[in-house]
């Protein structure tokens, strides 16, 4: 069953998916209406599932389950990954990928102005380190960490200076 987004509990189990390019405003919509009418339909075990979703950024595809009443079972969460690779299907588009890390480019935790251009970059795992060594980013840029896994997180972590997260085992490299 459907919950507002904003109505969800900071304990809501919470999964993240990165789409490789912006949705236009056509596929928004239709990712909005494809999503409710799976999260309404959702179930574990034929009990309904308390779950809702947002987009952010016109790129990120965020789905939270409030395990308060009913919890996610792994057929649950198989649902969830076949619906999504119906939309990677249906939109051309990749969801699935988590070698592909995503930053906001030019835009660090103290030169956040609502009214800069937000522009998203990406780059393969594999590509870090030269992505740093090119200056293309740096350890204040902001990383989108899409392994929270619960809303607090969510809220809190999802977006971090790249110093603050997993990947600044890179730095070290690039600076020796």
């Not at 799976?38 to 790129?59: D, G, M, P, V």
């Not at 960490?145 to 690039?174: M, R």
Request: net charge negative; hydrophobic share 45%; aromatic share 12%.
């Amino acid at each position: 069953m459907y919950i507002n987004f904003e109505k969800m509990p900071l304990s809501a189990r919470l999964w993240v998916y990165q789409a490789e390019r912006t949705l236009t405003q056509e596929e928004k919509i239709a990712f909005e209406d494809a999503t409710t009418v799976f999260i309404n339909q959702w179930t574990a075990h034929q009990a309904t599932l308390n779950a809702s979703f947002c987009i952010k950024y016109e790129r990120f595809l965020v789905v939270a389950v409030d395990e308060s009443a009913t919890q996610a079972s792994g057929c649950s969460i198989d649902k969830l990954t076949h619906f999504l690779q119906h939309l990677q299907n249906e939109f051309k588009i990749q969801l699935l990928d988590r070698l592909q890390l995503a930053f906001l480019e030019n835009n660090h935790l103290d030169n956040q102005d609502d009214n800069q251009d937000k522009k998203i970059i990406t780059f393969a795992l594999k590509d870090v380190k030269n992505a740093l060594e090119s200056d293309k980013i740096n350890a204040k840029t902001l990383f989108f960490n899409n392994s929270v896994n619960i809303l607090a997180d969510f809220q809190t972590n999802w977006l971090l200076p790249l110093e603050n997260t997993w990947l600044k085992k890179y730095l070290s490299s690039v600076t020796a």
